[in-house]
């Protein structure tokens, strides 16, 4: 799955410092030099807010010179990095923006949003240029900011195909040139499949991303695209129709069919993209952008039932490594004019901020084994949801759900499975610590259901509180 270069190996390295891992390989990055970063600072700087960030488009270059000289200007809120580069060679920036911009805060979430994965949607891009330049300026005026970052990481990729993007050209707002990568690969069907075998060659941004989401948890994330106005959620594929019988019937069937496909956590699915919808100025009323395009209903839409495809990103976010991915379409124009990015922003603002902090509902905790020591990729499966999420290095996980009473089966190689019943509460997340005992000596015994599982919630400030209490969520028809 990762490439063996040189250059992929200091990558990873450079990537396991913000991890708090010890690497011994020198990091040697040759386009990013921590010294350029004061040189640049002067052109963009203004003298009291930090770095200025125009509603104007930021081409490549501009892009990175706003991140050094974020970076350099709040060294305590964030942390920049490249994950790779693309076809062209173009830097894959993230921004992480939080109190602990560079270390992995233990018990607490890591999220992300990646903009730009289609090169000519190109209103993502900017929108997280401006949600970092919104968090780091109100860190110390608002308190939810201030809340958010102190107990999340948040990772913002602005462009995941900046070569695409290069080629793009303002005003165009149906077209799809620009969308592929520079092979021309779409990198939305460039993912490992659960359903289909994707025989597509992978590229470079998608191989940077498979490491990067492979090497850090990621609890929540958001896809942003263009074209539509619709949070669409897992699963974007489907399991291949009974029916069909040749595969150009099969696929002119199902790009027809609007068959949801409905993943394990179906109702989590629907309420965060709710939340998104809800959010946002407009997204919820459903309104089709434009005459013949499909409405949907509350601003959702599930993946396949609008049009099912292979090798997303979002269902590979999912069932490989247990992180909640939605697609936000977010414009109807793909790459309006510039002048219409304050709206935008105003528009997505909200949505933007109040999706990340859902990765602080449900239940999330520790499992431990009987001296404490945390129990890496111990398995978590919530019953009744065919899922299987796995524990970190640091025995944490993290499970989104909704307000009910639950049943998980914990399971570790060489320890006795355990189950655990809890209750999730709309307003604070559930703390979950869980002892694991060894198989070892138990096997002539009468196993009982050993003790040692916690059970507790921890208060949050108020503005942790979820702004959709609706809990009769219809399933949207479209
Ligand atoms: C849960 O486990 C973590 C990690 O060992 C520990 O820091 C925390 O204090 C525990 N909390 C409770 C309530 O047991
Ligand atoms: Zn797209």
């Known amino acids: 799955m990762i490439g063996g270069t040189k250059a992929s190996i200091a990558r990873i390295c450079f990537l396991l410092t913000f991890l708090g891992t010890a690497c011994s390989q020198s990091i040697s ?131 995941m195909n900046p070569d695409g993007f290069a080629i793009s050209k303002e005003g165009q707002c149906d077209n799809t040139y620009g969308r592929h990568n520079a092979r021309r690969y779409d990198l939305n069907r460039n993912f490992p499949d659960f359903f289909k075998a994707n025989t597509k060659q992978p590229q470079p941004e998608t191989e940077a991303i498979k490491e990067w989401i492979s090497k850090i948890q990621f609890v929540l994330s958001g896809s ?26 099969c696929s002119v069937f199902q790009s027809y069919a609007h068959t949801p496909s409905i993943a394990p956590d179906d109702d989590v699915f629907r309420h965060l993209s709710l939340v998104y919808s809800n959010n946002h100025a407009k997204m919820s009323r459903g309104v089709s952008c434009k005459q013949g395009s499909p409405k949907f209903d509350k601003g959702i839409t599930n993946g396949a039932a609008w049009y099912p495809l292979t090798g997303g990103m979002q269902d590979y976010n999912y069932l490989w490594h247990g992180c909640m ?32 902090a859902e990765a602080h509902r449900g239940a999330h905790g520790f499992v431990m084994d009987e001296n404490g020591n945390p129990v890496e990729r111990a398995a978590i499966k919530v019953k009744g949801r065919d899922v299987t999420y796995h524990t970190t290095k640091y025995g944490e996980f993290w499970r989104i759900l909704l307000p009910g009473t639950y049943r998980i089966d914990v399971s570790g190689e060489g320890y006795l499975p355990q189950e655990v019943e809890f209750i999730v509460i709309d ?28 059970l507790k919630t921890t208060s949050l400030p108020t503005a942790t509180t979820s702004p959709v209490q609706d809990g009769a969520i219809v399933f949207p028809e479209d």
Not at 427 to 452: D, M
Request: with cysteine.
């Open 224 to 249: 942003l695209h263009g074209g539509a106005l619709v949070a669409s959620y897992p699963f974007d594929n489907t399991p291949s129709a009974r029916i069909c019988r040749s595969s150009v019937l």
């Open 325 to 356: 991915e939605i697609t936000l379409e977010i414009s109807c124009c793909k790459y309006p004019p510039a002048h219409e990015l304050p709206k935008y922003w105003q528009d997505n603002k909200q949505s933007l901020i109040k999706y990340l």
């Open 29 to 159: 990055d040759p386009t990013y030099n921590p010294d350029e970063v004061s040189t640049n600072l002067g052109e963009v700087e203004s003298r009291e807010n930090g770095p200025d960030l125009e509603f104007r488009y930021h081409d490549h270059d501009q892009m990175t010179r706003y991140l050094r000289s974020v970076s350099a200007r709040y060294p305590a809120l964030t942390a920049l990095y490249s994950i790779g580069k693309s076809v062209q060679g173009r830097d894959l920036w993230v921004m992480v923006v939080s109190a602990s911009p560079y270390e992995h805060m233990i018990g607490k979430p890591d999220v992300k949003y990646v903009g730009n994965i289609h090169g000519n949607e190109a209103v993502g891009r900017e929108l997280i240029l401006h949600l970092i330049q919104y968090l780091v300026t109100s860190y110390d005026t608002d308190p939810y900011i201030k809340w958010l970052l102190d107990n999340t990481r948040i990772h913002l990729m602005p462009s």
């Open 427 to 454: 307003s604070h997340p559930t703390l979950l610590n869980i002892t694991l005992h060894s198989a070892k000596g138990y096997i002539s015994k009468a196993v009982g259901v050993p003790s040692g599982t916690s």
